[in-house]
């Protein structure tokens, strides 16, 4: 699975106005609503804000994976967003956030929901790649970057 295969371009955010944890979740949820009709925004809310309950999913190193499963969907779904000042996310490192990938996947999708959270861990693992995000100026730049990523995996 390649990550640009689940990416909705049109839901990717540059710069988020949102300074808070849940205001995120709300701007990237209304985001990837307003791109893909078959994603209600409140209900996508509603589920990452009960996956953050049990644990945060600020991975640590500026980057957060909210993700949760939502009954009423065929495929599964990502967005990406950027914030370069940095956020308070609970984050297990403490340190402020500034890469967020949001993942929604089917509520029945098993392994693949796993598989997929794995790719993006491991893309988020290597510096290099978080650098380039940091320092996209596009949408166009964003997408390139994942892009390079996808082909080394």
């Not at 599964?76 to 000042?85: D, H, I, N, Q, V």
């Not at 956030?97 to 861990?121: C, D, M, N, W």
């Amino acid at each position: 699975m390649k990550i640009m295969d689940i990416l909705v371009k049109d839901a990717v955010i540059l710069d988020l106005a949102a300074t808070e944890k849940n205001a995120i979740l709300q701007e990237m949820s209304s985001a990837l609503a307003g791109a893909e009709p078959s994603v209600d925004a409140d209900r996508l809310l509603e589920v990452l804000i009960e996956r953050e309950g049990l644990q945060s999913t600020g991975i640590g190193e500026g980057v957060a994976i909210p993700h949760g499963k939502m009954a009423g969907l065929d495929k599964l779904m990502a967005s990406f967003a950027r914030s370069p000042g940095g956020i308070d996310f609970d984050s297990i490192d403490g340190q402020p956030t500034q890469l967020y990938f949001l993942l929604v996947v089917p509520e029945q999708s098993g392994g693949q929901h796993l598989k997929a959270l794995a790719r993006i861990s491991r893309f988020f693992r290597d510096s290099a790649f978080r650098d380039k995000l940091m320092d996209a100026r596009s949408k166009d730049d964003i997408f390139r970057a994942i892009e390079e990523e996808d082909a080394k995996f």
